[in-house]
Structure formats: structure tokens, C-alpha cells
């Protein structure tokens, strides 16, 4: 069965400092994977997507994540924070060609950056 | 705008009522999604449309919930005899396949069952 790990509830980084939210997942074959935002009281915005090619991504905002196989994981970096992107994050798999269409989330990671 | 709209933005009924939701896709998407998220959660997936044909239906679509999406545009999503447990942010996402494979998603609806 698919499925995505978000291991930490909630990260707090100080604003200029390089933030990390984590990610691991399962999924049988090649994996499509994505980063959401979400902001309060708003829907979900897509950030960036891993389908093939070069193992790190760049995506919106200034926000890239690294594909690694051996690892399973997809997690989400920038090099300097803002205040402005404290949101929840949202990482989600989708199996690769011939799989369903839906994507599978994990439980979200509440970003905090004070200044 | 042209992005994914929902409608209404916040529904509030008394349990055993029947509401519904609907959503209007970005015009040229041939897939629509609909998934439901409560507080602390991930989204969780419902069901998908690609044009008018619902290929795919979660085992969290009860027989109480319905959905259409009948001339391949906008779609709607139906609750029967409402229950406390249906409150939660219903989204609505759209894609083009074959595409880039990302679903664009509406503000949603919340629904509160009173």
C-alpha cells in the first residue's frame, strides 16, 4: 500500500536560517511526489513535484526538495526562511504510470519561522 | 480567476440533513478529485472523475455520500442523513492527464453537523 511519513508535527526555525521539513514514502514503482502549502482558512497550493530526472527540484517560493531512492525520501529545504512561509506542509505520493489517480498525504508539518 | 471554485464556502446543517457541495475544475482539466480533511490531518481521498466516468471511489465513500459530475465539468458531492463524524473540509482538485500530474485544489467547503 502507498504511503507518506511526515515524522515531525511541527518545525521551528529562527527567519535567514535554512529550514528542513522531512518526508518518506512507500509506494510500488516509480513515485510522483509533491509539496503542498497550505495556508489558514485557504486551500492547498502546489509547491513543487518530483516525476523524473534530476534528483533535486526546485519549485515555488524559493522552496526545492531532494529526491533520494535509497532513502525513500523527499524532504523539502530552503536556504534562508521567512516569516511569510510559516503555513503547513503538506508532502503527498501518487504511484507512477498505470496506478491510480489519487495522491496519498501525510499528516502535514506546521512550519513556524519567528523572527 | 480561473482556478478551482467551491461552493458554498461553509455549510453548517443538523445531523440527518442532506447538503451539497459542488465545484467548478479549471475549464480544460479532465480529471476532478474530491478529498476530505480534518483537523490535523492529511488530505484523504473520496473519489475521482476523469471527464464524466467516477473510476475510482474510496472505502471512506459511505452509501451516504454521492457524488456526480454529469456533463464532465463541474461536479457535485452529496451527503445523506447527515452524521457528526461528516464535519471535516471538503476539497475539490483538478488535473490534466496526460499532463503535469499536479492537482490544483478549490479553498474547499467546511461542513459542520450539528
Known amino acids: 500500500a502507498q504511503s507518506v511519513a511526515q515524522p515531525e508535527d511541527q518545525v521551528n526555525v529562527a527567519e535567514g536560517n535554512p529550514l528542513t521539513v522531512k518526508c518518506t514514502y512507500s509506494?510500488?514503482?516509480?513515485?510522483?511526489l509533491f509539496w503542498y502549502v497550505q495556508y489558514p482558512n485557504r486551500g492547498l497550493q502546489f509547491l513543487l513535484k518530483?516525476?523524473?530526472?534530476?534528483?533535486l527540484v526546485k519549485g515555488s517560493y524559493g522552496f526545492e526538495a531532494e529526491f533520494n531512492k535509497s532513502q525513500t525520501s523527499f524532504h523539502l529545504k530552503k536556504p534562508s526562511a521567512l516569516v511569510s512561509d510559516s503555513a503547513l506542509y503538506f508532502c503527498?505520493?501518487?504511484?507512477?504510470?498505470?496506478?491510480?489517480?489519487?495522491?496519498?498525504f501525510g499528516k502535514g508539518t506546521k512550519l513556524s519561522v519567528k523572527p | 480567476d480561473t482556478g478551482v471554485s467551491q461552493n458554498p464556502r461553509h455549510k453548517i446543517t443538523k445531523r440527518g440533513q442532506n447538503v451539497t457541495f459542488r465545484c467548478d475544475p479549471i475549464?480544460?482539466?479532465?480529471?476532478l478529485y474530491w478529498y476530505r480533511q480534518t483537523l490535523g490531518q492529511g488530505p484523504e481521498f473520496l473519489t475521482y472523475?476523469?471527464?464524466?466516468?467516477?473510476?475510482?471511489k474510496s472505502r471512506l465513500l459511505s452509501d451516504r455520500f454521492s457524488a456526480e459530475r454529469p456533463k464532465g465539468s463541474f461536479s457535485t458531492l452529496e451527503i445523506q442523513r447527515t452524521e457528526q463524524g461528516d464535519s471535516a473540509m471538503y476539497l475539490c482538485?483538478?488535473?490534466?492527464?496526460?499532463?503535469?500530474?499536479?492537482?490544483?485544489f478549490g479553498p474547499g467547503t467546511r461542513l459542520t453537523v450539528l
Open positions: 518530483y516525476i523524473t530526472g534530476d534528483n
Open positions: 475549464s480544460e482539466h479532465n480529471r
Open positions: 509506494v510500488s514503482g516509480n513515485p510522483y
Open positions: 503527498a505520493v501518487k504511484g507512477g504510470e498505470g496506478s491510480q489517480g489519487n495522491l496519498i
Open positions: 472523475f476523469q471527464n464524466e466516468a467516477q473510476l475510482e
Open positions: 482538485a483538478s488535473s490534466f492527464i496526460p499532463g503535469n500530474n499536479e492537482q490544483f
